[in-house]
């Protein structure tokens, strides 16, 4: 049997130091294993090449910074010098700052007058709708776009012109709208308005069959699945015969760090390998019977508290690499995940009429069901979304880096009730 | 997705109440739009017409068009007068 | 700093906010027309009473692919008079018709709650005939974000 082999060869290799692994890492009690679960050790656990989802944008934005990759130009030294005033069309510039397929566009950010028909404008960025009348001139205003960080090393604002998205003639253009802008914006409700906008609440019961098609994984694919056998005979249940009681716990401990590997396995790279060392199934990450059985398996410990491991040596260390991850200027648009998501920047605010989250509260829903893509989606598929969607490359679900984060994450989210899965837009 | 239709009905009734039902079954409701990976467009096909009768009597019935979301789910009421049978039917634009 | 006439920036102003106004940055869908000719064609010439209709939507719609609609209309359901028929019908759709519903007397009450999908900010209009030939209506607005970030 393909099963009791892998699990022979895997333990017997290293019984000692799994054991002494085991022993330091200091595994919170719920979810200390007796012993080592098999894994398949060699290969990715999703599939490769890595290639964007279809329908993704497919933008080529090898030349930015990604999160395995330092590659974007730097900042320039000093601000351009603009002696001759700008000669601008503002007509041309009001279009400009509403056009989302401008790397998002500028009203994303910005309140800006009248522009975007003053329709769900976001506020991470000042309201910058009496501009033309606070004293700045077309030099500060042409830099700010072009690239802020002269100005402000630490800004949220993508550098526009040192990442080549807008041409000089078209910042030109929009200094010349911003010059107009001297009245405060016409909202026409207070929905308009982003600091009057009611903060969105998801209020639709996850947990409801009727109203989250993800549910149906959890109720008839998945408990399917466990009993399939794999090419050598062995299912899951063959060692697992009563899943919602073995796993009541289990997934609230994860992401955790796998020796074995040097990085840090989340339930859905970890059911890609242990699936294959026990049973032979190939069920990479993202696959729609992966998908399946990591909601199934973060379902079965729904109430239990996020809880992951932050003591080990290997813990502490992957911590510090996901927090530096997680501050590290990526894509062409030049954000980080805390320019959106940290308290001092740009979470518990708007872009356009998306209300940004904190990192607490990210995680406990993941796997989700996204209404708009008809399909759940599983926390590495939302990082690898993030970087789309700010024009940095993504990296395959199963890259180390990813896992960094994930925990870095889960560690945001300690204490958090699982409710799996979620239900989101 | 599983092809069997949801349906939820209260399990005590009692005479002349007015109860709330609610269905949903799974259908991609593609509205026609929507175009494929290799950029051809993905024909309409969608559920157009969902019934609910008591006893052979209608009671509720909706004509679908391709602005209804994927997964068609209605809640609606009915008066119960007496016991009986409910018969729901979905018919999708190929006319099953 | 270069300043500018006072009279070329009001009329500046004025010809920025007829733009923004005006339909350039108007959803893709924008069909005021067709949706107003369904309502003719529901109407028949009646001219309908408000109030009656509640019509449950959000204010703002995160994604318009499954937007929660609710209608109750505060209607007798009896076999002598009673709710009908029911349009949906939405302004900036790429078809203006949403749904078409049908009650009977025994309904119990003219009630439907479900999910549409709505391609961008617009106005919902719900109309009802009675089986006394009168038309009831409503209307909603709805913001629609597609996207700021999340897809």
Same mark, same amino acid.
């Given at each position: 049997?393909?099963?009791?082999?892998?699990?022979?060869?895997?333990?017997?290799?290293?019984?000692?130091?799994?054991?002494?692994?085991?022993?330091?890492?200091?595994?919170?009690?719920?979810?200390?294993?007796?012993?080592?679960?098999?894994?398949? %050790?060699?290969?990715?656990?999703?599939?490769?090449?890595?290639?964007?989802?279809?329908?993704?944008?497919?933008?080529?934005?090898?030349?930015?910074?990604?999160? *395995?990759?330092?590659?974007?130009?730097?900042?320039?030294?000093?601000?351009?010098?603009?002696?001759?005033?700008?000669?601008?069309?503002?007509?041309?510039?009001?279009?400009?700052?509403?056009?989302?397929? =401008?790397? /998002?566009?500028?009203?994303?950010?910005? #309140?800006?007058?009248?522009?975007?028909?003053?329709?769900?404008? /976001?506020?991470?960025?000042?309201?910058?709708?009496?501009?033309?009348?606070?004293?700045?001139?077309?030099?500060?205003? &042409?830099?700010?776009?072009?690239?802020?960080?002269?100005?402000?090393?630490?800004?949220?604002?993508?550098?526009?012109?040192?990442?080549?998205?807008?041409?000089?003639?078209?910042?030109?253009?929009?200094?010349?709208?911003?010059?107009?802008?001297?009245?405060?914006?016409?909202?026409? *409700?207070?929905?308009?308005?982003?600091?009057?906008?009611?903060?969105?609440?998801?209020?639709?019961?996850?947990?409801?069959?009727?109203?989250?098609?993800?549910?149906?994984?959890?109720?008839?694919?998945?408990?399917?699945?466990?009993?399939?056998?794999?090419?050598?005979?062995?299912?899951?249940?063959?060692?697992?015969?009563?899943?919602?009681?073995?796993?009541?716990?289990?997934?609230?401990?994860?992401?955790?760090?796998?020796?074995?590997?040097?990085?840090?396995?989340?339930?859905?790279?970890?059911?890609?390998?242990?699936?294959?060392?026990?049973?032979?199934?190939?069920?990479?990450?993202?696959?729609?019977?992966?998908?399946?059985?990591?909601?199934?398996?973060?379902?079965?410990?729904?109430?239990?508290?996020?809880?992951?491991?932050?003591?080990?040596?290997?813990?502490?260390?992957?911590?510090?690499?996901?927090?530096?991850?997680?501050?590290?200027?990526?894509?062409?648009?030049?954000? *980080?995940?805390?320019?959106?998501?940290?308290?001092?920047?740009?979470?518990?605010?708007?872009?356009?009429?998306?209300?940004?989250?904190?990192?607490?509260?990210?995680?406990?829903?993941?796997?989700?069901?996204?209404?708009?893509?008809?399909?759940?989606?599983?926390?590495?598929?939302?990082?690898?979304?993030?970087?789309?969607?700010?024009?940095?490359?993504?990296?395959?679900?199963?890259?180390?880096?990813?896992?960094?984060?994930?925990?870095?994450?889960?560690?945001?989210?300690?204490?958090?009730?699982?409710?799996?899965?979620?239900?989101?837009? | 997705?599983?092809?069997?239709?949801?349906?939820?009905?209260?399990?005590?009734?009692?005479?002349?109440?007015?109860?709330?039902?609610?269905?949903?079954?799974?259908?991609?409701?593609?509205?026609?739009?929507?175009?494929?990976?290799? /950029?051809? #467009?993905?024909?309409?096909?969608?559920?157009?017409?969902?019934?609910?009768?008591?006893?052979?009597?209608?009671? &509720?019935?909706?004509?679908?068009?391709?602005?209804?979301?994927?997964?068609?789910?209605?809640?609606?009421?009915?008066?119960?007068?007496?016991?009986?049978?409910?018969?729901?039917?979905?018919?999708?634009?190929?006319?099953? | 700093?270069?300043?500018?006439?006072?009279?070329?920036?009001?009329?500046?102003?004025?010809?920025?906010?007829?733009?923004?106004?005006?339909? %350039?940055?108007?959803?893709?869908?924008?069909?005021?027309?067709?949706?107003?000719?369904?309502?003719?064609?529901?109407?028949?010439? #009646?001219?309908?009473?408000?109030?009656?209709?509640?019509?449950?939507?959000?204010?703002?719609?995160?994604?318009?692919?499954?937007?929660?609609?609710?209608?109750?209309?505060?209607?007798?359901?009896?076999?002598?008079?009673?709710? #009908?028929?029911?349009?949906?019908?939405?302004?900036?759709?790429?078809?203006?018709?949403?749904? =078409?519903?049908?009650?009977?007397?025994?309904?119990?009450?003219?009630?439907?709650?479900?999910?549409?999908?709505?391609?961008? %900010?617009?106005?919902?209009?719900?109309?009802?005939?009675?089986?006394?030939?009168?038309?009831?209506?409503?209307?909603?607005?709805?913001?629609?974000?597609?996207?700021?970030?999340?897809?």
């Amino acid at each position: 049997m393909i099963f009791a082999r892998s699990w022979i060869v895997i333990g017997a290799a290293i019984p000692l130091l799994a054991a002494s692994v085991l022993i330091s890492i200091g595994l919170a009690p719920a979810a200390t294993p007796e012993r080592a679960a098999p894994l398949a %050790t060699d290969g990715p656990a999703a599939a490769r090449p890595w290639i964007r989802y279809g329908g993704w944008p497919n933008r080529d934005t090898s030349k930015f910074n990604s999160l *395995s990759t330092m590659v974007s130009p730097p900042p320039p030294k000093a601000p351009r010098t603009i002696t001759t005033p700008l000669a601008g069309d503002p007509i041309a510039g009001q279009k400009l700052v509403a056009d989302r397929t =401008r790397g /998002g566009s500028c009203i994303a950010c910005h #309140v800006m007058g009248p522009a975007g028909g003053a329709d769900l404008p /976001g506020n991470v960025g000042p309201d910058l709708s009496e501009i033309g009348t606070a004293g700045r001139d077309d030099e500060w205003l &042409f830099n700010y776009i072009y690239d802020a960080r002269v100005y402000n090393p630490a800004t949220v604002m993508p550098p526009w012109g040192t990442h080549g998205l807008l041409s000089d003639s078209e910042i030109g253009d929009i200094v010349a709208f911003l010059k107009t802008l001297t009245r405060p914006a016409p909202f026409k *409700s207070e929905l308009d308005d982003p600091s009057r906008r009611p903060i969105p609440r998801e209020q639709r019961d996850n947990l409801d069959p009727m109203i989250n098609p993800a549910v149906w994984a959890v109720e008839e694919r998945a408990p399917a699945l466990w009993k399939s056998p794999g090419p050598g005979g062995a299912a899951c249940v063959s060692c697992h015969a009563a899943p919602e009681q073995a796993f009541k716990t289990w997934a609230a401990a994860m992401p955790r760090w796998e020796p074995r590997l040097g990085k840090v396995l989340g339930v859905e790279e970890f059911v890609a390998r242990h699936a294959k060392a026990t049973t032979g199934h190939d069920w990479l990450m993202e696959s729609e019977e992966n998908i399946a059985l990591s909601t199934y398996l973060r379902y079965l410990a729904n109430g239990a508290l996020i809880n992951v491991d932050g003591e080990s040596a290997p813990a502490k260390a992957t911590y510090e690499r996901g927090e530096a991850l997680s501050t590290r200027k990526i894509g062409a648009l030049n954000f *980080s995940c805390a320019d959106c998501h940290s308290g001092d920047k740009g979470a518990q605010k708007w872009i356009r009429g998306q209300w940004l989250g904190e990192l607490r509260g990210q995680l406990d829903h993941f796997p989700t069901w996204r209404t708009s893509q008809q399909s759940i989606w599983d926390i590495r598929k939302r990082f690898q979304w993030c970087q789309v969607a700010i024009w940095a490359d993504d990296l395959p679900p199963d890259a180390s880096e990813y896992g960094d984060l994930e925990l870095y994450l889960a560690a945001q989210n300690a204490g958090q009730k699982l409710s799996v899965p979620g239900i989101r837009h | 997705m599983t092809n069997k239709p949801r349906i939820k009905v209260p399990d005590q009734i009692r005479k002349g109440e007015i109860i709330q039902i609610k269905t949903l079954v799974a259908h991609d409701m593609e509205n026609g739009l929507r175009r494929d990976q290799a /950029g051809k #467009v993905i024909p309409r096909k969608i559920i157009n017409r969902f019934t609910c009768s008591f006893n052979g009597k209608p009671v &509720f019935a909706c004509d679908l068009e391709p602005a209804l979301a994927a997964n068609p789910y209605f809640v609606f009421s009915v008066r119960v007068d007496e016991s009986g049978l409910f018969n729901f039917t979905w018919t999708d634009d190929d006319g099953t | 700093m270069q300043s500018i006439s006072r009279r070329k920036v009001l009329s500046l102003a004025a010809q920025l906010t007829a733009l923004a106004t005006a339909g %350039t940055l108007s959803p893709a869908y924008s069909a005021p027309a067709e949706a107003a000719a369904e309502i003719a064609k529901f109407t028949a010439g #009646v001219v309908p009473d408000a109030g009656r209709i509640t019509i449950d939507l959000p204010e703002i719609a995160e994604h318009g692919s499954a937007v929660p609609l609710a209608i109750d209309i505060d209607h007798p359901m009896t076999p002598e008079i009673h709710v #009908v028929e029911m349009l949906v019908v939405a302004e900036a759709n790429p078809w203006p018709r949403i749904a =078409r519903f049908h009650f009977t007397p025994m309904s119990g009450r003219a009630m439907v709650a479900t999910r549409i999908r709505l391609a961008g %900010t617009q106005t919902v209009h719900v109309l009802a005939k009675t089986s006394d030939k009168r038309i009831l209506m409503a209307q909603r607005q709805v913001k629609v974000t597609i996207g700021g970030c999340g897809g």
